[in-house]
């Protein structure tokens, strides 16, 4: 019976990645809340009142600077780990090879700039925001999204290749993540599978 999880990342990288493909939106929205509430910005001590109003003001910053610190530090481990199973990876003859870094644009474009251009940010926009966010995360954990990653992107280039397997004639295609920014036809490859059709290249 197929797994209705095709990857072999644990729920704790999957969703740090995921956060970190969100990273941008969090430090707009960030500045957004603050901006919109810099006159709740003046200490009241700690009085019951004053914490209320921190977490209704503020709460929502808050929470996304967790989401932030956790997916920072969540993808360096999860990428030390991955690196740590250098060992484990087989090598591969790449027949041809497809850049897909552009992919993390058209990411930007369909599921960031949305959910940024939004009026002003209230108990609608919070609930909006967080239903999207877990419906886009359910959908990101089952399928390659997991590479397309406009962050990851700046440091590890994403590629389309076809490759052949201890001399057999038959190429497969999969989709790799690789800190190899040039990577041509013929080159060898180690690769290290991190979900179906999905490696990373050493």
Known sequence: MASSNPHLLKSPSLFALFCMSYLPLFF?????????????????????????TFFEKFGFVLILLLLSIYALIGVKMTFRNIKSKKANAFPVIVSSI???NEEALSYL?????????????????YTTFFI????????????????????????YGLYEI??????????????????????????????????????FAF
């Open 98 to 100: 497809k850049p897909k």
């Open 109 to 125: 474009a369909t599921y960031v700039i949305p959910l940024l251009m939004q009026g002003e940010i209230g108990l609608f926009e």
């Open 132 to 155: 999207l966010f877990i419906l886009y995360y359910k959908l990101y954990s089952t399928s390659s999204l997991i590479l397309i990653n406009p962050i990851l992107n700046t440091k």
């Open 28 to 52: 707009l929205l960030i500045i957004k809340v603050i901006v919109a509430n810099k006159n709740y910005l003046n200490y009241g001590g700690f009085t019951e009142a004053a914490t209320f």
């Open 162 to 199: 076809e490759y052949s397997y201890n001399d057999s004639s038959e190429n497969k295609t999969a989709l790799i993540i690789s800190q190899h920014r040039w990577i041509d036809e013929g080159e060898e490859l180690k690769i290290f599978k991190l979900s179906h059709r999905l490696f």
